[in-house]
């Protein structure tokens, strides 16, 4: 096993990219812009700072923090460096997919901030990312070394700083700068001078990897930011704990805020404001919105090809299989569909609603008869679904005439529901103008009352089930370079009879 792992550190960096992957759709805005347009667009100026509404550590809080959680609040410095380096890998997943930016190269320093970028490309090797790691002054202690094995035990290469190439923007699409951090100060030695010099030179190019920097821009005070200006300009920074004072300096297009681990007490004492994190994510954007040139956002689609031969006869039958894929694969509301209506006057209205059911009869969802979209339905009885599964690059179209469920089925959907739900539904008169949330809130706690005692909830006259019964579907899988399989389901006559025929369309 040590003969693999030693074979694996040594690799050239030549042989590990013998088949590179292609090089990435550039994310910087306004591209066509010349280069000096599109620096001013993408950089502020340092008289501009990005001041957003969060607190700021200096150099002297940021270490008395990292005491204070290590002393007698009981972490370890290898939880806190689990938790960082995670926040640094979730924050690079949510800008950077692996679809498109999968080549990584992690530089990563001898201390603390190099510790977190060996577990940042551990994690990002299991979000399905290329991670090569440069580690030229590795530590001896065995916080370190267990880092380095568990990533040898992986696979993930390391290469010397000899084996890097001169031009680093053909060969990776993200670099993951953790070389220094908050307690650097002076000038960076060798080779970490020569490191950065190389990620600063590539920021003058028109195209060049994504930097991105853990806590410190490194080569950055830890206070004053760039030494005048200079220095590494990066794509994105993710602080760790609470944005450093030289973060002010930071205007490069993504911010992230990670290290979900700062207890009440020591917000309290620090005086921090602090974003909340979202649900149980790792990081949350902190900063201003990024500019985006829209036109320039795209993605490669990569998939398996949806052949003909492979598909079932019954496209009901092939909804199903994508469903349950779809719902296999985490999907939030894989029932989530687009219901798109027209009225009488045929003026199409759009919204997403919730199937309920679907069999070879059709496709069923619930609402208020007297909405919008009844009132469409009630005028023109037809209809379209749109389900879109985005991890799996699909979308599914049907469409056909609708009509009303029985009663018996509304009636018994109904009662299954949370009685929350029931009561909400007598409460919204859906679509109709209300003069404020409150009447709602009031009609519903009177409500809530009345039905305390757990009595059966009536459900309204107006209220219940719609079913479109298909006559056509398009099963849509996203492919490489637009070319993308379509293969349409439409019902056709059969010998009298009608019967789904499958075609396939150009994309």
């Excluded at 100026?45 to 923090?65: G, V």
């Excluded at 190269?105 to 090797?125: K, M, S």
């Excluded at 990533?151 to 000899?162: A, K, N, R, T």
Aim: hydrophobic share 35%; charged share 25%; with cysteine.
């Amino acid at each position: 096993m040590k003969n693999v792992m030693r074979r694996v550190t040594t690799m050239t960096f030549s042989s590990l990219l013998q088949s590179p992957p292609p090089l990435p759709i550039s994310h910087r805005p306004f591209r066509s812009l010349p280069l000096a347009t599109q620096r001013i667009l993408t950089f502020c100026t340092k008289s501009k700072p990005n001041m957003a509404d969060f607190s700021y550590l200096s150099q002297r809080e940021a270490a008395e923090i990292d005491e204070t959680l290590m002393g007698p609040l009981g972490f370890t410095l290898d939880q806190l460096m689990e938790l960082a380096g995670l926040s640094v890998a979730t924050s690079i997943a949510e800008v950077y997919k692996p679809s498109e930016h999968s080549r990584v190269l992690a530089i990563c320093g001898p201390g603390n901030n190099g510790g977190d970028g060996l577990v940042a490309a551990r994690h990002l090797h299991h979000f399905g990312y290329k991670p090569i790691i440069c580690y030229p002054k590795r530590t001896a202690k065995s916080l370190y070394t267990g880092l380095v094995t568990q990533l040898e035990s992986l696979s993930i290469p390391f290469v010397s700083v000899d084996d890097l190439p001169e031009d680093l923007s053909k060969d990776f699409d993200v670099i993951l700068d953790a070389i220094f951090g908050f307690s650097f100060h002076g000038a960076p030695r060798p080779p970490f001078d020569d490191l950065i010099r190389r990620l600063v030179s590539l920021q003058m190019l028109q195209k060049h990897p994504s930097i991105v920097s853990v806590d410190i821009p490194s080569g950055w005070h830890v206070e004053e930011g760039g030494h005048e200006g200079g220095g590494i300009k990066p794509d994105m920074l993710v602080s760790l704990t609470a944005p450093k004072l030289c973060a002010k300096r930071f205007c490069g297009r993504h911010h992230f805020l990670g290290g979900r681990f700062v207890p009440p007490s020591v917000a309290e004492k620090y005086k921090l404001e602090l974003p909340s994190y979202p649900g149980t994510s790792m990081c949350v954007r902190i900063g201003k919105p990024p500019i985006v040139d829209i036109s320039a956002m795209r993605v490669n689609y990569v998939s398996p090809e949806l052949l003909e031969e492979q598909v079932e006869t019954d496209p009901t039958l092939q909804f199903r299989k994508w469903f349950d894929e779809a719902v296999a694969a985490g999907l939030r509301e894989t029932n989530a569909m687009a219901l798109s209506t027209t009225n009488k006057d045929r003026k199409p209205s759009s919204r997403m609603v919730l199937l309920k059911g679907y069999d070879e009869n059709g496709f069923v969802w619930f609402t208020n008869y007297e909405s919008k979209k009844g009132s469409d339905l009630s005028e023109n009885p037809c209809a379209a679904l749109l389900f879109y599964w985005e991890i799996l690059n699909r979308q599914v179209r049907i469409e056909g005439p609708v009509e009303r469920i029985p009663e018996s089925e509304s009636e018994y959907y109904f009662h299954s529901r949370p009685r929350g739900s029931q009561i909400g539904a007598i409460v919204s008169k859906q679509s109709s103008v209300v003069p404020g949330r409150h009447v709602l809130y009031d009609e519903y706690e009177e409500l809530t009352k009345k039905y305390s005692d757990g009595s059966v909830i009536p459900k309204p006259e107006n209220w219940g089930g719609f079913r479109l019964r298909p006559n056509l579907f398009e099963f849509w899988q996203g492919q490489p370079s637009r070319l993308h399989d379509r293969l349409q389901y439409s019902l056709e006559d059969a010998n009298g009879k009608p019967a789904w025929k499958i075609h396939r369309l150009a994309p």
